[in-house]
């Protein structure tokens, strides 16, 4: 499902893979172009195969300002299911604490597989 109002790709934090999706794209170029292409979906607003309800969630949190959580999930060529998942979607530097922790710490997406959450 996509949505027509698009995240702010600055949002969406420090890009981190689980060690099964490292694993999965080591050494393989077209699995990791693969899931190179189902990042930029969903950084352009594409949340794949998500059920209806949890895409206008994710719709209302790109378009709130209060930040928050999102979600995608994705079919891979070889039929495996791979989730985005961001945190702290459109946090300002104002709701961090940055005298203890960093930027990184409130907000990063992950890309692992369903298996590991």
């Known amino acids: 499902m996509t949505t027509s109002i698009k995240p702010n790709k600055k949002s969406l934090g420090t890009l ?10 080591l050494f393989n170029s077209s699995r990791e172009l693969d899931i190179r292409s189902k990042v930029m979906l969903h950084a352009s607003g594409n949340w794949g195969d998500l059920a209806p309800e949890d895409a206008e969630t ?37 709701d961090m604490d940055l005298t203890q922790f960093s930027e990184q710490d409130y907000c990063n997406t992950v890309i692992l597989f369903p298996e590991e959450y």
């Open 58 to 94: 994710n719709n209302q949190v790109v378009s709130s300002s209060n930040g928050g959580r999102i979600h995608s999930v994705y079919k891979l060529q070889d039929n495996k299911t791979i989730w985005i998942i961001t945190s702290g979607y459109g946090l300002t530097k104002d």
């Open 16 to 25: 981190a893979f689980s060690q099964k999706v490292n694993e999965y794209q």
